[in-house]
């Protein structure tokens, strides 16, 4: 695309240059590229010094770094805007030629986000039409996902995304949306069919430093974007109060595991050990449903994706037929079983809110078992949840495990210390911080009548121990251990 394409402005007008890509990080900059210099002070020079050695044409900035750029005048064009972040997703959608016309779900809370979003693409799946998925498990069309990184990368990478899915005929697409991603405008100008919001609990509290700038994060995604619909569930403070600032002016759909109140709710839940059977109510009807999925989290979590791609009576009914076939995620209470040995279930539960439904729900399911639950908490991440995770660990377990679960630069035994502070009976309790040795001493044969809980890494392909990044995953060190 030529750059005189890209912006209409007299100062641009006479350069007849073709861009061939677009980039906010500096080493990624490739021949032909556009650089967007962000607000960045400290080394604006070195990152435009880089992007013009591997071949940028074009810098993009603000007067917060035009002191710095005059030095690079001659060898590189420069363009001066107000908002570097606004600007750069306006170009992104211009470059990769996208006119709103995909069908972009967007789905935002503490716990839920990857699971709706890989239901909905299930869902799609099922009625064999084609769907794209951008979130922790991975990007691509469903199933085949693939390029972990971000949750909510940057709107670049969203915008080609689009096109990729486009040119493959996939104009459905669901993305995970991040408090992170929101703040950081990782979503601006992005266009959204549904936006979707499942909870708000404990979490990020070292990002963001209060429960309300996480909410109005959160918020953000339903009152400065716009959306056909928005799909909230009720169920807990934060999405009752989302639903009563926006229900005036927007056509909402509201989910709930049990209040009446809800367009679309359940009723007559039942935990079985093969799964979870309850009854969907809504103005189609009332229906009793089966799903091998574990959890009452699962069952709000189907509400919400049925709420959000069902836009007919036909579409709910076909909906509903299909929950039987859903499948669990990788790492999302994937369950574990082999004669002689505990029933096993690995989950991403990382939270304190998280970390209760679990339990909670593998009480229900498991009312006779004993429970042993391993875990442990990230290092130099939110200190405050530890010892709430600790408290709600010992209220279900009757063995706790604590292991490590990505230290980084944190002593393991200090953040062992924090989450104990919130066990009163430390006699339940014991310290294993090798994670594949925590794993193997539990899934034995000693354990054959108990339940294993493995919580906090879930899909995660690594441990970071200081500046290492080591290979580990919670289900293989299970696999070996049933082996074993």
């Not at 900035?61 to 107000?82: A, G, H, I, M, P």
């Not at 393991?412 to 001493?441: F, Q």
Request: proline residues 2%; charged residues 30%; positive net charge.
């Amino acid at each position: 695309m030529k750059l005189r394409e890209l912006i209409k402005d007299k100062k641009i007008l006479l350069e007849n240059i073709d861009i061939k890509g677009l980039s906010e990080d500096s080493r990624s900059v490739k021949k032909g590229y556009i650089f967007f210099l962000k607000g960045c002070k400290n080394n604006s020079s070195n990152y435009i010094k880089e992007a013009i050695n591997k071949g940028a044409k074009l810098i993009v900035y603000s007067k917060n770094n035009q002191d710095v750029t005059y030095k690079f005048k001659k060898k590189c064009f420069f363009y001066l805007v107000e908002d570097v972040e606004s600007y750069m997703s306006l170009m992104a959608r211009k470059f990769y030629k996208n006119n709103n016309s995909a069908k972009i779900y967007g789905i935002t809370g503490t716990n839920g986000k990857t699971s709706i979003s890989n239901y909905i693409a299930q869902l799609y799946n099922l009625k064999k039409e084609k769907c794209g998925v951008i979130g922790t498990l991975g990007n691509g069309i469903y199933p085949k996902l693939s390029n972990k990184g971000l949750t909510t990368p940057n709107t670049i990478y969203i915008n080609k995304k689009i096109q990729e899915f486009k040119k493959k005929g996939v104009n459905t697409l669901s993305i995970e949306v991040s408090s992170h991603g929101i703040t950081q405008r990782r979503i601006e100008n992005i266009v959204f069919n549904t936006t979707i919001f499942s909870n708000l609990s404990h979490d990020h509290m070292d990002y963001h430093k209060s429960m309300r700038k996480y909410f109005e994060a959160k918020l953000k995604l339903f009152n400065a974007y716009k959306s056909k619909k928005q799909v909230i569930c009720i169920d807990d403070y934060y999405g009752k109060k989302i639903n009563n600032i926006i229900k005036k002016n927007r056509n909402v759909v509201t989910v709930s595991k049990n209040n009446k109140n809800a367009n679309i709710y359940a009723a007559n839940i039942k935990y079985q050990e093969n799964g979870t059977s309850f009854n969907i109510n809504s103005k189609w009807g009332s229906y009793d449903v089966h799903t091998k999925l574990y959890g009452n989290f699962s069952i709000t979590n189907i509400l919400i994706s049925i709420a959000a791609i069902s836009e007919t009576k036909k579409d709910f009914i076909f909906n509903i037929g299909m929950i039987s076939k859903m499948k669990p995620l990788d790492g999302r209470m994937t369950k574990y079983f082999k004669k002689n040995y505990p029933i096993t279930f690995v989950d991403f539960a990382h939270t304190p809110d998280a970390i209760n439904k679990v339990l909670y729900s593998i009480k229900k399911h498991y009312p006779e078992k004993n429970i042993i639950t391993i875990f442990g908490c990230g290092g130099n991440r939110d200190k405050e949840k530890r010892s709430i995770m600790g408290k709600i660990a010992e209220k279900f377990s009757n063995e706790i495990i604590i292991t490590n679960d990505n230290p980084r630069d944190e002593k393991p035994k200090l953040i062992y210390s924090d989450i104990v502070k919130g066990i009163k009976n430390k006699k339940k309790c014991k310290m294993i911080l090798n994670r594949t040795k925590a794993i193997s001493r539990s899934v034995c044969k000693k354990n054959i009548n108990k339940i294993v809980l493995i919580l906090g890494k879930g899909h995660e392909e690594f441990q970071i121990i200081g500046k290492n990044k080591e290979k580990f995953n919670d289900g293989r060190e299970v696999l070996k251990a049933l082996k074993k």
